[in-house]
């Protein structure tokens, strides 16, 4: 794809000498290339820490770091996997252990709209997120009508599970706090521990991170909840801002052609990838590409904005909208 001009090589020959020949060699068949000296490398670099979630959407950033793509511009780059999701990203914020995170809209939003320090400064992911409702395997529950008054597990308290289980509720017509029972389960292990002991009934996650959990049986799988917006945005700390605005542009603008070749999927690199690292086969890795589409932009949708806080607003999390001008970093990020 590169020899077809969907990224500039020009742009990596110039901050990379080398690279670009990398570059053109499919995914998974190159090796990272070291042409600078790495003690001198380390004491020039910026340190910019970045989290997310264990998901497949996050790939792309693992893959630039693995290839020198940060450490080329100057970065630092480290990233630090949140099985606990964004409730869990929302404190590393605002402890300052992170710079900036790959967050759900919802809880992006709620986070800042509710008068956290960090503000929105781009998309990561563009297409509808799909979120799988699941219960316990051999439950004779198949319809999410069932499901009213049931145990639902959260991660954390404003996590997106928490949020898009009340999205449901909402949906159904019923009243969340009262029809939607919480539980504080931590993980996506920590789901499987308490439906195994019937603790939670109910558990909203991304369905294709769950799929290896439906298909041996562990968990039957009720219906899928698209959400109705962008679904993940990045988040910064006002304090890293201050200090990191160009790096923070950087890593998303060096992320965003790996984005563009892991869609791509040339040789179906991406689907061994998928297979290897999150274990899908061949038909849900089709699926799932087939369906994603990166932003990975600087960027953010108004109507996104818009539309998540009426939602928030009509379960309960928001008591006021905010305007979508100062939920944005618009130093770094642009409405559109």
Known sequence: WLAQGSCPLAMWSAVAPGMAASLRRPLFLR???????????????????VAGVPEHFNAPFLLAR????????????QWLTTPQGTGKMADMLAADEVDMAVLVSEGAVANVAKGAANKIVGTHVQSPLRLGIHVKGGRKITSVKELRGKVFGVSRMG???????YVLGHQQGWEPKKDVPLRIIDTLKG??????????????WERFTTKHLVDSGEWNFVGELPSPWHPFLFVASESSLVKLSPELRKVVEIT?????????NENESTYRYLAEHHGLDRTDAIDWLDSTQWACR?????????????????IGVLEAKKDAEGLIASS?????
């Open 31 to 49: 090796s990272v290339s070291r042409r600078w000296d790495a003690g001198q490398a380390l004491r020039q670099l910026t340190t910019v820490r």
């Open 66 to 77: 693995d290839r020198g793509l940060f450490a080329a511009q100057g970065i630092d780059f």
């Open 159 to 165: 996590s997106n599970s928490h949020l898009m289980s």
């Open 191 to 204: 789901a499987q521990a308490a439906m195994a002991a019937g603790e939670i009934d109910v558990f909203v």
């Open 256 to 264: 965003r052609p790996i984005c563009e070749e892991f869609k791509a």
């Open 298 to 314: 600087t960027t953010v949708a108004r109507e996104t904005l818009e539309k998540t806080q009426d939602a928030l607003l009509s």
């Open 332 to 336: 770094l990020c642009e409405l559109v």
